[in-house]
Structures are given as C-alpha cells and as structure tokens.
C-alpha cells in the first residue's frame, strides 16, 4: 500500500459535507442499547439492527464511511449480500474498531487503559482481505478529583501511536481516537486542560513511532463541561474553545478531524459541529464521527416494531446524516 493510497482513503473519509456513521459497538455494548429498548441481544438482532442502518437508501450522499464491529465486518444482509458490498457499491469506505476495550490501569484507581495490541498485526491484515479500508482505536480518559494521571495519558496515547503504526503499514488510515469523558461534575476549563494534554502527548507518540499524519484522522471529542456540571457552556462557547485547543495542538498535514457524540444529544452534537464551521478559517476539515447521535432515532423507532418501521428508522437516519452533512460545511439551519 503506498504512501498516496493512504492519503487518498484519509481525505475521502473527510470529503467535504460528509462524515462518518459509528456502528461498531462491541457486542456488550450494543446489547446495553438494545436493552434500553427492550430488544433481546441476539446474533440475528444484531445483524438485522445494522442492516437497517446500512441499507438505508442515499446514505452514501453524506456518509463517507462506516465502522464496523468485528461481528459485522463478517456479516450480510437476510438475502446475503455481506455488508462490505453493499457498502462498495454506495460509496462508503468499510471501516473496522480494532481496539479490545479499556481496563483498569495497574497502580492507578480511576484510570483505564485501552487493550488490543497483541496479535494486531495479523488481524489487520485479515480486516484489510476483507475489505477494511481504515481502522478505529478508542483510549478512554476520565476526569475525577484524582484523574486522570499523567502515566494514563502517556500509556494511552502510546498504545494509539503504536496500532496506528501497524495500520499504515497493513495499509488503513488509522483513525486515533482519545475520548475525553463527558462523565462527571467538572467544568469546560477542566476539560480544556485535559484535553490539551492528551492531544499534545498523542501527536508526540504519533511523531515518535513514525506514523504518517497525512495517512491519519484524529477522533476527537469536543471541550464542554461535564455532564453533571452546574454551569453547561452554551454553543458558541464549546465550539470556540473546542477549536481553541485544536488549533494549538493538531498539526495542519492531518487531512481531517471527525467528533464523537460521547453523550451529547443529537441536536447540540449537529449544533455544535454546524458553530465551529462557522468560525472561520481552520487548517482541516471539520467532520463528525457519530454512533449515537447518529442511530439512537432510528433505534428507538426501529425496535418499536422491527419490519413495520424499516422506512422509517432509515428516514431518521438519513436526516441526522444529511444533518450533521452540512454541520459539516457550516451550513446547518438548525
Ligand atoms: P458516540 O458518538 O456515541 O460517542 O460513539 C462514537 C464512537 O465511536 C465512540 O468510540
């Protein structure tokens, strides 16, 4: 895989006016969504649950990719076309969550530590034979009294530098995803400085292992006061310092940056996208990399009656792709 095909996936993931949809909830955590809806975790509900997302009709004109859990990756639709073809052939680039999960940080109550590395590069390679064109790895950090630690973040942002090393050279993009917590009582200063932290020892592990930032997407979260803080910052104000901290910490040969929702409802996770594309010039395009904000719609309509409701779960996931589509070039009109 060359250099330039990297570069070529990394900028189409991030074309203008259009993101990404996140599918790639591992089975626990797709069995808790489904819980919430009262739909039993089966193989079968899986299957049909992300068919529904995937067929929807048009996705394509705002979707540019989609990732995927291993499970789906592997899975077809009811008349057995895989999913990876259906993908193709509307455009939208495959793409594959290849972390294990977080865990307890040895020697560090409160903090977690993203697992996966061992075995990575063989199964990388098996992601790409099938079709995988970039990956996904998520580093959690928390924001308590105590956390999180400095050793947190550099472990963390570490274990990131080293899977995106092995992507580019299976041939993905690597999209690092460091997810700063909504969780907790603490305000938008807080979360600036975390934040600013984490991304500035990422982009210096990514430095130190070589990796590509042309062949590279970051996967942000935004800076916004904590979900139980009394004093929620309104949009300007996330969006301001939000691209604040960017500007000073993301170099500009990174050919984009896509959001998690992380918890933020689906009108302020567009909302806030749609301000910060307003603010002026930037040095990347803005973009977004939505699970929940972009499917909890369509799930709650979707479980509500599987196969008389097919229509219309996609109509909602349509509309929050066309949505977030032109949050992505500033042009939402809310
Ligand atoms: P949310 O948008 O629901 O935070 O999910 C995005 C994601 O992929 C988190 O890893």
Not at 272 to 278: G, Q, V, Y
Not at 287 to 316: E, I
């Amino acid at each position: 895989m060359s250099i330039e095909q990297l570069e070529e996936t990394a900028q189409a993931m991030v074309a203008p006016g259009k993101g990404i949809i996140a599918v790639d909830e591992s089975n626990a955590t797709i069995g808790k969504r489904f819980a919430a809806v009262g739909v039993e975790n089966t193989e079968e509900h899986r299957r049909a649950y992300r068919e529904m997302l995937l067929t929807t009709p048009r996705l394509g004109e705002h979707i540019s990719g989609a990732i995927l859990y291993d499970e789906t990756l592997r899975q077809a639709t009811r008349t057995g076309v895989p999913f990876t073809r259906i993908m193709t052939e509307a455009g939208i680039l495959p793409g594959i969550k290849v972390d294990k999960g977080p865990v307890p940080l040895a020697g560090f109550p409160g903090d977690v530590v993203t697992e996966g590395l061992d075995g990575l590069r063989p199964r990388l390679k098996e992601y790409a034979a099938l079709g995988a064109k970039f990956a996904k790895w998520r580093a959690v950090i928390a924001i308590t009294e105590d956390t999180p630690s400095g050793t947190c973040i550099e472990s963390n942002c570490h274990a990131l530098a080293r899977y995106a090393a092995l992507c580019q050279e299976a041939g993905l993009v690597p999209m690092v995803e460091p997810e700063v917590l909504m969780d907790g009582s603490h305000d938008i200063d807080v979360c600036y400085e975390v934040t600013e932290a984490t991304l500035r020892s990422l982009f210096s592990a990514l430095y130190e292992h070589g990796v590509m930032l042309e062949g590279t997407i970051l996967k942000a979260s935004m800076v916004i006061a904590g979900k139980d803080c009394r004093e929620q910052a309104d949009v300007e104000d996330v969006a301001e310092a939000t691209l604040r901290c960017l500007k000073s910490t993301v170099p500009a040969a990174l050919p984009g940056i896509v959001f998690l929702s992380g918890g933020q409802s689906d009108e302020k996770a567009t909302a806030h996208l749609d301000a910060m594309n307003r603010m002026g010039s930037k040095p990347w395009p803005l973009s977004f990399s939505y699970g929940r904000a972009m499917q909890q719609a369509a799930l709650r309509l979707w479980a509500a009656d599987m196969t008389g409701n097919f229509a219309k779960a996609q109509q909602t996931v349509f509309q929050r792709a066309r949505d977030n589509g032109l949050a992505a070039m500033g042009r939402w009109k809310g």
